[in-house]
């Protein structure tokens, strides 16, 4: 079976699925003018046949000298779709992953990333090693290479868009095989206009914001300790390395990351705006379909505000598909979440996510999770034996129970549990026939919601839960007597 390329089909799902609806009635209409000569559509024609081999790198440099030579909208979106895809394998991305990360095998072509043996070796050689090696300080530095190589994409595309006109553009149908969607789209040409691509736009444009926020914050800690991908200790010796962990160090990016989120609501709104207006581009079947979406434009429009007024931003505790508009959510509980754009921004918001001891340290705990079953059997008056069953419970004086079959332990080690289960084993009945139990332990830290974050009701100031970060070891006794 045909492998369908995964990069460019993603890119172009999201596309495509803007409109809502089938090229017979939901694509923009064609138009005439500012179409490429001869020569550059002979180029675009042979790139679509290069992706419908899977020659990926062979159809994008076609697409690219077809762009260099005549900028027009069709090569434009031809272009934009490509820089998209090539993000993968630019200078900045292959310096990113060959010594930032250590990957010095990570290809410079989209053929060779396509392949799953070069995956598989990848993360299989000893991903979390190669990953500490290189970046010995912690990730700062890696955070903000990644930030950055997204938003010179992102501006890139951004300024090719700028430079569209509202004319659509023709996917020819060989294309949209080649891409996997023809089972969502038919397997005719199909067409969309600047208003599709803006989408996609905007939801890199999200994608940056978020990473923007995230690398505002400290991620220092001395990642030399870690020797193998499965050393526990090494890890915890690692991370308390860190004392700042989770510290907002560059404010700066908290300021980007808020005009990030409020760029994407407004090319979102707009794209929408002018899908929906008085142009002629658009069928009115198309743009009936697109009105049912008013929902998403509505929840643009509020984070915008929110993010713009230092408002409240909420996400209604509904099915948000079946919403006619976004609802005037008051502070009552009638919200799946809330975030206080305000404190979202504010440099201290995640100061105190993680628990940490006097000198600044991240304190670690242990998940044991843990079952057994014993077995044994009584003979009868008849000859014949009758089984019977039951769990085996580690003693609470052993281990402190949290809920369930779950314990959360404080500086007890492996063989600590150990000894509790054998002595819960030993008290079990005399006759017992067949014994069986597991024992798994997670190594978790203990996080509490920034209380400018409230989910279903509950925000940081009465919630704190467990973020399991390391897997540590499985043990398992199975016996017959």
Request: glycine residues 6%.
């Given at each position: 079976m045909k492998k369908k390329i995964g990069i460019l089909g993603l890119a172009a799902m999201l596309l495509l699925s803007f409109a809502g609806c089938d090229n017979s009635s939901g694509s923009p209409k064609p138009e005439e003018n500012d179409k490429p000569t001869a020569s550059c559509e002979n180029l675009l024609d042979e790139a679509v046949d290069n992706f419908a081999e899977l020659k990926l790198d062979e159809g994008i440099a076609k697409i690219e000298e077809a762009?260099?030579?005549?900028?027009?909208?069709?090569?434009?979106?031809?272009?934009?779709?490509?820089?998209?895809?090539?993000?993968?394998?630019?200078?900045?991305?292959?310096?990113?992953?060959?010594?930032?990360?250590?990957?010095?095998?990570?290809?410079?072509?989209?053929?060779?990333?396509?392949?799953?043996?070069?995956?598989?070796?990848?993360?299989?050689?000893?991903?979390?090693?190669?990953?500490?090696?290189?970046?010995?300080?912690?990730?700062?530095?890696?955070?903000?290479?990644?930030?950055?190589?997204?938003?010179?994409?992102?501006?890139?595309?951004?300024?090719?868009?700028?430079?569209?006109?509202?004319?659509?553009?023709?996917?020819?149908?060989?294309?949209?095989?080649?891409?996997?969607?023809?089972?969502?789209?038919?397997?005719?040409?199909?067409?969309?206009?600047?208003?599709?691509?803006?989408?996609?736009?905007?939801?890199?444009?999200?994608?940056?914001?978020?990473?923007?926020?995230?690398?505002?914050?400290?991620?220092?800690?001395?990642?030399?300790?870690?020797?193998?991908?499965?050393?526990?200790?090494?890890?915890?010796?690692?991370?308390?390395?860190?004392?700042?962990?989770?510290t907002v160090t560059d404010t700066s990016m908290l300021e980007k990351s808020k005009k990030s989120f409020i760029d994407a609501a407004d090319l979102a709104m707009s794209s929408y705006d002018y899908a929906i207006g008085t142009n002629e581009v658009y069928p009115s079947e198309a743009k009936d379909v697109l009105r049912e979406y008013k929902i998403f434009y509505d929840a643009a429009k509020a984070l915008k505000d929110a993010l713009n007024n230092g408002k409240t931003f909420y996400v209604p505790d509904a099915d948000i598909f079946y919403l006619k508009e976004w609802p005037p959510v008051t502070d009552d509980g009638n919200y799946l979440v809330k975030i206080d754009c305000k404190k979202m921004f504010d440099s201290g918001v995640a100061n105190n996510a993680i628990e940490k001891d006097d000198s600044g340290k991240v304190k670690f705990y242990t998940q044991y999770e843990s079952w057994g079953h014993y077995s044994y059997k009584n003979k009868q008056n008849d000859g014949c034996y009758d089984y019977k069953y039951g769990d085996i419970d580690i003693p609470e004086s052993?281990?402190?129970?949290?809920?369930?079959?779950?314990?959360?332990?404080?500086?007890?080690?492996?063989?600590?549990?150990?000894?509790?289960?054998?002595?819960?084993?030993?008290?079990?009945?005399?006759?017992?026939?067949?014994?069986?139990?597991?024992?798994?332990?997670?190594?978790?830290?203990?996080?509490?919601?920034?209380d400018c974050i409230n989910i279903n009701g509950i925000d940081g100031s009465d919630r704190e839960t467990y973020l399991p970060v390391w897997g540590k070891f499985t043990d398992s006794y199975d016996e017959d007597y």
């Open positions: 762009y260099n030579r005549e900028r027009n909208d069709t090569t434009r979106m031809y272009y934009a779709l490509a820089k998209l895809a090539l993000v993968s394998t630019n200078s900045d991305t292959l310096n990113f992953m060959q010594k930032t990360c250590g990957f010095e095998s990570y290809p410079n072509k989209l053929n060779a990333i396509i392949t799953e043996p070069w995956w598989d070796g990848c993360l299989q050689d000893g991903f979390t090693e190669k990953v500490a090696k290189a970046n010995p300080k912690g990730f700062n530095d890696a955070l903000n290479q990644l930030v950055s190589i997204l938003e010179k994409t992102y501006d890139e595309v951004v300024g090719i868009s700028k430079d569209m006109g509202q004319a659509s553009v023709t996917l020819p149908a060989k294309l949209v095989n080649a891409l996997g969607l023809e089972e969502l789209f038919g397997s005719s040409d199909i067409l969309m206009g600047k208003a599709e691509i803006d989408v996609v736009i905007a939801a890199t444009g999200l994608v940056k914001g978020a990473l923007e926020y995230v690398s505002a914050f400290d991620w220092t800690f001395d990642t030399s300790s870690i020797k193998t991908d499965m050393d526990v200790d090494d890890f915890i010796t690692a991370v308390q390395s860190g004392t700042k962990l989770l052993e281990v402190v129970p949290l809920t369930g079959s779950f314990y959360y332990v404080h500086n007890k080690n492996v063989e600590e549990v150990k000894t509790a289960l054998k002595k819960a084993i030993d008290a079990l009945p005399e006759n017992a026939t067949t014994i069986e139990w597991e024992c798994k332990t997670d190594l978790l830290i203990k996080v509490r919601l920034p």
